[in-house]
Nanobody, 123 residues
């Protein structure tokens, strides 16, 4: 049974930093694209960042470019999201996900999802 567990969320002040981690078990994702999505109250889930299986290619939402960094460790079956210069508008539940296709911002391209971790940024 595949299980994805996010950690590292919490409360941060504007301008602060948090690093999210996603541990996967039940399947090896070294050949899959890893991604982070987020969903704020009353809004649709949106892509934050994605990383190719090799780690050489990434994509970012325009709103987080230059502030967030996605990375992965295939040996540990993990994906990370380093978030800096946090803004109140970054407040959301953050989800990690894995998909067998290439880099994509589309939810439908990701099959496996974690339960989410709350990130709250105060002004």
């Amino acid at each position: 049974q595949v299980q994805l567990v996010e950690s590292g969320g919490g409360l941060a002040q504007a301008g602060g930093s948090l690093t999210l981690s996603c541990a996967a078990s039940g399947r090896t994702f070294s050949s899959d694209t890893g991604a982070w999505f987020r969903q704020a109250p009353g809004k649709e889930r949106e892509v934050v960042a994605a990383i190719s299986f090799s780690g050489r290619s990434t994509l970012y939402a325009d709103s987080v470019k230059g502030r967030f960094t996605i990375s992965r460790d295939n040996a540990k079956n993990m994906v990370y999201l380093q978030m800096t210069s946090l803004k109140p508008e970054d407040t959301a539940v953050y989800y990690c996900s894995w998909g067998s296709g290439g880099l994509s911002p589309r939810l439908d391209d990701y099959r496996y999802w974690g339960q989410g971790t709350q990130v709250t940024v105060s002004s």
